[in-house]
């Protein structure tokens, strides 16, 4: 029972599964400082206000923060923003460059490794 769980915990996946959950704590920590204090202050210094908490209206005396909401929408879309041009697009381009030509096979790949191999040792 001990050998199954040893093996359990050290299979790959779940380590790298566990990983990848840090490092995505890691970034999102660093994009909502980024967000909270760059971001946010930068479109106070243009728009005027960075929260919108105190926008309220009551119904029967229940309290409808809209303003919270409306401060928590542009945080994600701050947050989105950030994570799509310094993170997804930046990664998508350096993929690119490691991946084949569009219309190279692997097999026309490994022909020209062959064939340059073949010149070198001539």
Avoid: C, H
């Avoid at 970034?27 to 930068?42: E, F, G």
């Avoid at 929260?51 to 409306?70: E, H, K, M, Q, W």
């Amino acid at each position: 029972m001990i050998k199954d769980f040893r093996d359990f915990i050290t299979r790959g996946n779940l380590i790298e599964l566990a990983v990848a959950v840090l490092m995505a704590t890691a970034i999102a920590t660093l994009v909502t400082s980024l967000t909270k204090n760059l971001i946010s202050p930068l479109l106070a210094a243009i728009g005027g206000k960075p929260d919108f908490s105190d926008l309220t209206f009551t119904i029967n005396n229940a309290v409808f923060r809209y303003g919270a909401f409306i401060t928590d929408v542009i945080a994600f879309l701050i947050f989105a923003f950030v994570i799509y041009f310094f993170i997804v697009k930046p990664f998508t381009r350096m993929m690119a460059r490691w991946q084949p030509e569009a219309g190279e096979s692997a097999e026309d790949i490994l022909k020209d490794i062959r064939a340059e191999l073949q010149k070198r040792s001539a």
